[in-house]
């Protein structure tokens, strides 16, 4: 059966949040907050395996420690990576 968009939308909000580090959690449960609505089931699909991915190696591509690997390269890392957290965060 598939998930509701809405309830997906939700769980990818929380578990954006809830990584285990604070500074991930606060990067990438702002960058859900503002752009999971508009994400269609594909995108959504994508930005799920981002979070699958170990924190470490997500936090290192957010702040350009190490280049992002081929099988994440796609348009909702690209759009993670050009989100304007500082001013998001203010």
């Keep these: 059966m598939v998930e509701d968009l809405e309830l997906r939308r939700r769980r ?3 578990r954006s ?3 285990g580090t604070k ?4 990067l990438l449960g702002v ?12 995108e959504l699909d994508l ?14 591509w957010l702040v350009g420690r190490t280049p992002v ?4 390269d796609n348009d909702v890392m690209r759009r993670l990576l050009a ?5 998001a965060l203010r």
């Design 69 to 72: 690997p081929p099988a994440y």
């Design 12 to 14: 990818l909000k929380y």
């Design 31 to 42: 960058f859900a907050e503002r752009q999971l609505e508009v994400m269609s089931a594909r």
């Design 47 to 60: 930005y799920e395996a981002i979070l699958d991915a170990d924190e470490v190696d997500i936090y290192a």
């Design 23 to 26: 500074e991930l959690d606060l």
């Design 17 to 19: 949040k809830h990584r």
């Design 83 to 87: 989100f304007d957290f500082p001013r």
